[in-house]
């Protein structure tokens, strides 16, 4: 009678640790649950995406925002030493933007034949941008001055601006206007 006690025991034994085996096999995730973690995980990214590069288009027109007038404020202090504005020799025409890497050289004290007190009005990543001061979308700004100093700038602009300069982007798209950034504006 002990030997069939014993070997009912084990029996129970064996049954339980075979049990066991089995939840241990069993405590994987299955193909099912690994594909709705996976769709939700795509859907959540198909939400976010949209919103990460809507963000880093707000944070460049924003900066171009910035830069702007970063620049018209460092023409002012040009203007405020010198009395008058940074207007690169040899330009003769009357309208028209001027070369914003020639008015950024006086501005950053390179030009010493317009800026002879070396007076940094304007400082910049030199390394960056390799003398020439881009907008975001790797364009050159273009500046717009008051030539004959009547306190308005008012040529290439799409309205007169009551200041001595006007510094603009031409935004992301290069050919349409309505994303283009102007220094004047909020």
Known sequence: MT????????????????????RVHRSGFTLVELL??????????????PTIGAAFRRAEESTARQETRMIVTAIQIYQNTYHKLPI???????????TS???????IAEDLN?????????????EITNGVFLDPWDREYIIHMDRDYDGQVDSGL???VKSSSVVYSEG???????????????
């Open 36 to 49: 709705v973690v996976i769709t939700i995980i795509a859907i959540l990214a198909g939400i976010l995406i």
């Open 158 to 160: 799409p309205k007169k």
């Open 172 to 186: 992301r798209d290069d050919t349409d206007a309505d994303d283009d950034i102007y220094s004047y504006e909020n």
């Open 3 to 22: 030997t069939s006690v014993r070997s009912e025991r084990n029996n129970v034994v064996m049954g339980e640790s075979m049990k066991n085996k089995n």
């Open 101 to 107: 890497a020639d008015v950024i050289k006086v501005l």
């Open 88 to 98: 690169p020799s040899g330009i003769t025409e009357r309208d028209g933007p001027e």
């Open 114 to 126: 317009l800026n002879p007190r070396k007076i940094v009005c304007l400082k910049i990543n030199d």
